[in-house]
C-alpha cells in the first residue's frame, strides 16, 4: 500500500466520514417507504451517530477491556460497548422521529458489534500472551 493510501486508511476523519455515509446512506435505504423528509432525517442521525460511535468505540473497548480477567475479559467488553451504542441509538432515533428504528440500526449495530467483538478479542488475546510468559 502506498504511503498516502496508508495514511488515508488510517485516518480518524476518513473513518468518520465512511461511517457518517454508510450508515447513514442505510438509514436512508431503511425508511425509504416513508415520506420524505423523515429518511433524509433519519439518514442524518444515523450518520451522526455512527460518525461519533466510530471515534469512541475502540476507547470505550479498551477501557472495559482493562477491567475484566479471564473469560469475562473476552466478552463483558463488546457486550458492556454494544449494549451502551445499542440504547444510545434506539434513543436518539426515538426522540428523532425515526419511522423504522429497528431496522435503521440493525446494520450499524451488527458492524460495530462485530468491530468491537473483533478488537476485544485482538487486544485480550494479546494481554493473556503476555501473561502467560
Not at 471515534?55 to 463488546?78: D, M, N, Q, T, Y
Not at 419511522?99 to 468491530?115: F, H
Request: charged fraction near 10%.
Amino acid at each position: 500500500m502506498s504511503g498516502k493510501l496508508k495514511a488515508l486508511a488510517g485516518s480518524s476523519i476518513v473513518h468518520v466520514l465512511f461511517a457518517f455515509l454508510a450508515m447513514g446512506g442505510w438509514a436512508v435505504f431503511a425508511n425509504r417507504m416513508h415520506p420524505m423528509p423523515r429518511p433524509l432525517i433519519a439518514g442524518f442521525v444515523q450518520g451522526v451517530l455512527s460518525g461519533c460511535l466510530t471515534l469512541f468505540l475502540k476507547s470505550a473497548v479498551e477501557a472495559l477491556a482493562r477491567r475484566f480477567r479471564g473469560l469475562a475479559a473476552l466478552w463483558a467488553p463488546p457486550l458492556i460497548a454494544c449494549l451502551g451504542s445499542a440504547t444510545i441509538l434506539v434513543a436518539i432515533h426515538a426522540l428523532s422521529g425515526t419511522p423504522e428504528i429497528l431496522k435503521t440500526i440493525a446494520v450499524p449495530l451488527l458492524v460495530s458489534s462485530s468491530y468491537a467483538a473483533i478488537y476485544n478479542y485482538s487486544i485480550s488475546g494479546g494481554r493473556q500472551r503476555s501473561h502467560d510468559r
